[in-house]
């Protein structure tokens, strides 16, 4: 029995160990441009672009490999002079509109937009019969 338990929690504990690849990092994963102007440009827009495998964190703060590789499309493709919204809608083609922190209003993210409003006034509404309430 204390076999089969240990068995179970050591390859329970091997898929983070084996979660990354043993493959270098993309070539400008960790690697700056060398000109400033476009570094910036590319840096900016890595902040706009969420880390697919963190979900939490954009591309320019996550250590996550996808995001390296993402970080070095990035830089790639700004020192050729691609312009960052011809690189924001490639991605967003290719991931689909989560990779973006500021996705399209559209019919699919129309309840992402309207949430904050919708639960700003459900609060107002709660807050407001509950000062009712209390003056009675």
């Given at each position: 029995?204390?076999?089969?338990?240990?068995?179970?929690?050591?390859?329970?504990?091997?898929?983070?160990?084996?979660?990354?690849?043993?493959?270098?990092?993309?070539?400008?994963?960790?690697?700056?441009?060398?000109?400033?102007?476009?570094?910036a440009e590319a840096k900016a827009l890595m902040e706009t672009l969420?880390?697919?495998?963190?979900?939490?964190?954009?591309?320019?703060?996550?250590?996550?490999?996808?995001?390296?590789?993402?970080?070095?499309?990035?830089?790639?493709?700004?020192a050729k002079g691609e312009a960052p919204e011809a690189i924001r809608a490639y991605l967003v083609r290719r991931y689909g509109d989560w990779v973006s922190y500021t996705p399209p209003l559209d019919g699919s993210t129309a309840f992402l937009w309207a949430a904050p409003a919708l639960l700003l006034l459900v609060g107002g509404v709660f807050a407001g019969g509950s000062i009712r309430r209390r003056r009675r």
């Open positions: 029995m204390r076999r089969a338990l240990f068995l179970i929690a050591l390859l329970a504990g091997a898929g983070a160990v084996l979660a990354d690849s043993n493959l270098p990092p993309a070539p400008y994963a960790d690697v700056q441009l060398p000109d400033p102007h476009k570094e969420r880390c697919l495998v963190c979900q939490g964190q954009s591309i320019a703060d996550s250590n996550a490999e996808m995001a390296g590789d993402m970080r070095s499309l990035v830089r790639e493709r700004i």
